[in-house]
């Protein structure tokens, strides 16, 4: 059996290639290079890129097999994520992988400013030594103010405490426990601006965020305050921050992201109150080893058909080990749940998970259970991150309820789907025993207990004797091979069903005269596909 492809488009650390293994065929293209990386996305399972590589509709297009776009560091400007998410295509970062990094940078912005660092420098390098033209200002007793008190941000109220600052922040999403534990004070973003020494901006570039910090924000500000952005081009309004600048209503500005890349105008980074740095932000070898081995991890999950954490285009998270076990079985039950459903069209899904696994995040499960439903019923490739996205455009509610409560298992999911006409269908499952087996433990409200296999036909019909031999010779004169069997009624005489495990597919021909057969009023073939 061959490798699955890992397509390395740009240059990664060595700790990259050793965290991916040898279970690959790791293969290498210049990404900035659109033909040879089309070509070369072909046949690929996963793709690795940093910002030089664009992962867009096209991309996506070329190949059947693409399951990973993984980026080695934070931002996703470079990727289509929309178009991944329909394509079927998880979509990995590293968002943890560079916050020292920029913490640290935005630090040094903020003492560059303070101290007219690079300035002095290039002042002393050029042969002068003009020590009154560069006096600065301390930190000690300032205010510093943090737009954004994320990750980052923490990282930066934790180091400015040691230089005896106060710290205000504006984050409408923190709060005020947070915001005490972090010895930070809460203010409001005209606040902030008002009060602030030094202002360092850690926001998402959202259509919200992009120009947040404009001329009215500017002019609030005092005229010997700095600000300083480390974290996306276009927060802040660059022509208005050049004619602030320019004209003195605040002091100085630490840039190291613009909104275009490199800069296509010097009417700001060549003011003499600017310190600017080329997006330095993850570039520290240890960032951008964290990075890529982080990613390397989320691509070797992904490719096992594991959720991963750091996707940003599903609905991961930590999984707990004694959750996981159950992903599989319940996107199995999607399947089955499918197949007894028939050609009904399914307007609500719900999954019922009862036991001791009330107590984890079982939240996988809706994920697993939509994934297994439309397993055999749409012709692209299904996965966690397209799944809800298929069920949202076929108008298909999903709910996730737990209990503690499991009357006769340790643990059972069950999946309750409802068809448009009202009817409804119903399968449970469990992980029985110390070997962990995948049994389906009801259907239709019938109680049961079959392993899982590969094929099973599932048969309502009414009982009556002799409908054993009745259906076994059929299959039998068809050469299929029956593995095991059982059978459930509610009462003699009354409903039944039976649950055949067969070695083999069942011809439709045939099912059909098993059907004629026994009379039966629905018999339905389950083809279990293995994720």
Known sequence: MSKPVVLIAEELSPATVEALGTDFDIRSVDGTDRSALLAALADADAVLIRSATQIDAEA???????????????????????????????????????????????????LSLARQIPAAHASLAAGEWKRSKYTGVELYEKTVGIIGLGRIGALITARLQAFGVEVIAYDPYVTPARAQQLGVRLATLDELLEQSDFITIHMPKTPETTGMIGTEQLARMKSSAFIVNVARGGLIDEAALADALARGVIAGAGLDVFSSEPPADDALTSLPNVVVTPHLGASTHEAQEKAGVSVAKSVRLALEGELVPDAVNVAGGIIDPFVRPGITLV??????????????ALTDLEVDVRGELAAYDVSVYRLAALKGY????????????????????RGIASSLNVSEESKDYRNTTTLRGVLSDGTSVEVAGTL?????????????GYDIEVPIGEHHIVMFYTDRPGIVAV???????????????????????????????????????????????????????IDIVEA
Request: a negative charge.
């Open 331 to 344: 996107e199995k039950l999607g399947q089955v749940l499918a197949a007894v459903a028939g050609h009904g």
């Open 471 to 525: 259906y076994g010779k059929e299959f039998g004169e068809a050469g299929i091979n029956i593995a095991g069997m059982q059978i459930a009624r509610r009462s003699a005489g009354g409903q039944a069903l039976s649950i055949i495990t067969v070695d083999s597919p069942v011809p439709d021909d045939v099912l059909e005269r098993v059907r004629v057969a026994t009379d039966a009023d629905e018999v339905r073939e």
């Open 60 to 110: 996506l297009a070329v190949s059947s097999r693409l399951k990973v776009v993984a980026r080695a560091g934070v931002g996703l400007d470079n990727v289509d994520i929309k178009a991944a998410t329909e394509a079927g295509v998880m979509v990995v970062n590293a968002p943890t992988s560079n916050i020292i990094s920029a913490a640290e940078l935005t630090i040094g912005h903020i």
């Open 374 to 393: 439309f397993t055999n019923l749409v012709t692209e490739n299904v996965s966690y991150v397209n799944a809800p996205l298929l069920a949202e455009q």
């Open 432 to 444: 029985a025993g110390t070997k962990m087996t995948e049994k389906i433990v009801g259907l239709n």
